[in-house]
């Protein structure tokens, strides 16, 4: 290598450790968090710090374990992430210094988590060994172990600090309220259906529903009548068709009643369905271009976006909920795994892990008009998830 | 010069696995005649893909985990056919329609080698 490399080489790496000290810096004056967000690097284990007002990347985390299925949640003052990795770490990042705050390894191998009601307990459910397991929101010590003999799914809170989630292996639906910490009530209900996959709740934390992968149809518990138990809904849709193979499972958790509508990714069968609130039946169902996998609606209702499992994931349809046609599908690149709308929904990011691009869309006009570079980018969250029941 | 850093990995991978094989005295060809990206391809497939439900480590998530300690009593053309036709009634899909048979069996033989668990 002659001299004028080695001078280049110097000073790239001084303009590289120049620019990240400006990032840092930017982290120690007084502003506000909610247009932060955090972008997980699944195969690093690091997760980046993104501000969406301007569409930029402030900082970079590392060190927190395997990232291959992580979720997030947020304190209630928008500060603090709480990671769920896959490795059963649970982590604590400060998104205003990006530094982690706290780290636990609470069991094998996790799959999701929650924040209760009031702010002060965070759950984990997991794969290995199953159960829930509740932890202090401020030190991440154990307040709760709720051991199950199932992989726990579908894991979210619901108002009057309780956390609901599904027994995958038993087909069972448990609701534990930790009014009292240290004692925590569980409710059981049992034979809700075949291989609950994942689970929501409605935004008013009225309606629990569990999404079932063994047959087709979903288990709804209304919260507020709880003493009926759960109800079937959707029962046998798809009937006559044939399954087709799911090469990733679909999530719920985008899922948003949207013009009086709600529209959820079908299992086995490329197509999103249109239930209808009021009466919890199917009242239409749109083909689309693979197995949906995410189906979420924009802040507004008025555009629903959807990405597909794999070999379909470079795509993108956007499902307008008044006349329930595709309006547009897009390719940004081969592995579209996550999307999330800026707290309005003026615009939405999109990760593209196999191209490590973060693209930046406008919701209005479907142009992309940024692009960050993130190593494989998968979940995006946004502060705004805080304040949100069963986000 | 992105492409070139997400080919080069795999492919050290692939290299890597050849090479295991050969000290063990293997002598059929590793390769099974599938060319060097489409191997490269089915290495991120696995990782990435497969890692949706088994782990990026393959240590297990919704499907169990795949370390080539708890795949030593099956052998690769059994492993091949799982990967094949799936597990009836569990979320494993028949990979059939995307894969050819002998790709199913080159990433049976990388499962049980160990090189993408961690």
Not at chain 1, 20 to 31: F, G, I, P, T
Not at chain 1, 41 to 53: D, K, M, P
Not at chain 1, 140 to 154: C, F, M, N, Q, Y
Not at chain 2, 55 to 74: K, N, Q
């Amino acid at each position: 290598m002659n001299m004028w490399a080695r001078l280049g080489i110097f000073l790239l790496a001084v303009c590289a450790i120049t620019f990240m000290q400006v990032d840092r810096s930017q982290a120690d004056e007084l502003r506000g968090t909610g247009d932060l967000g955090v972008v997980v690097e699944r195969a690093t284990g690091s997760l980046l710090v993104v501000e969406n007002s301007t569409d930029t990347i402030l900082t970079r985390i590392e060190g927190l374990g395997d990232l291959s299925h992580a979720s997030v949640v947020y304190s209630r003052d928008d500060r603090y992430a709480y990671v769920f990795g896959r490795d059963g770490g649970l982590t604590k990042v400060d998104i205003l210094t990006g530094q982690i705050a706290a780290r636990t390894i609470q069991s094998g191998n996790s799959i999701g988590g929650a924040i209760s009601q009031d702010g002060s307990l965070v759950a984990v459910s997991n794969y290995t060994p199953g159960g829930v397991k509740v932890f202090d929101a401020k030190t991440l010590e154990l307040v709760a172990d709720i051991p199950t003999a199932s992989k726990t799914v579908g894991l979210v809170d619901a108002p009057g600090n309780r956390f609901v989630f599904s027994l995958y292996d038993d087909g069972e639906i448990w609701v534990v309220d930790m009014s009292d910490p240290k004692a925590p009530k569980i409710t059981k209900f049992k034979n809700i259906g075949l291989q609950p996959y994942d689970a929501l709740i409605t935004g008013d934390g009225r309606y629990y529903i569990a999404g079932l992968f063994g047959e087709d149809g979903m288990a709804m518990l209304d919260l507020w009548n709880i003493d009926k138990g759960p109800q079937r809904i959707l029962d046998g849709y798809g009937r006559g068709e044939e399954k087709l193979p799911v090469y990733k499972m679909p999530h719920l958790e985008g899922w948003t009643v949207a013009n009086g509508k709600a529209f959820v990714p079908a299992v086995g069968h490329h197509e999103v369905l249109v239930v209808d609130m009021e009466t919890m039946t199917e009242v239409g169902h749109i083909p689309t271009h693979g197995q949906p996998v995410f189906v979420m609606s924009q802040p507004d209702g008025r555009h629903v976006w959807v990405n597909f499992a794999y070999p379909k994931n470079d795509t993108i349809q956007v499902i307008d909920t008044v006349t329930q046609k595709i309006i547009k599908t897009m390719t940004p690149g081969k592995g579209v795994l996550h999307m999330e709308f800026t707290p309005r929904g003026e615009k939405v990011w999109m990760s593209v892990r196999d191209l490590n691009e973060i693209h930046v869309v406008d919701t209005a006009t479907f142009e992309k008009t940024k692009i960050l570079k993130a190593e494989k980018p998968s979940g995006i969250f946004f502060t705004w998830r805080a304040g949100r029941i069963g986000l | 010069m992105l492409k070139a850093v997400l080919l080069v990995a795999p492919l050290a991978l692939v290299a890597s696995f050849s090479a295991a094989s050969v000290k063990g005295g293997g002598v059929e060809d590793d390769t099974l005649g599938i060319d060097g990206a489409r191997r490269a391809e089915l290495l991120y497939v696995m990782e990435q893909d497969c890692g949706s439900c088994h782990g990026l480590t393959l240590r297990g998530g919704l499907g169990p985990s795949l370390h080539p300690e708890l795949l030593a009593d099956r052998n690769a053309a059994e492993l091949a056919e799982t990967i094949l036709d799936g597990v009836p009634g569990t979320p494993m899909p028949p990979w059939r329609p995307l894969l050819e048979p002998k790709e199913a069996l080159w990433m049976a033989k990388i499962l049980k080698s160990g090189v993408l668990a961690k």
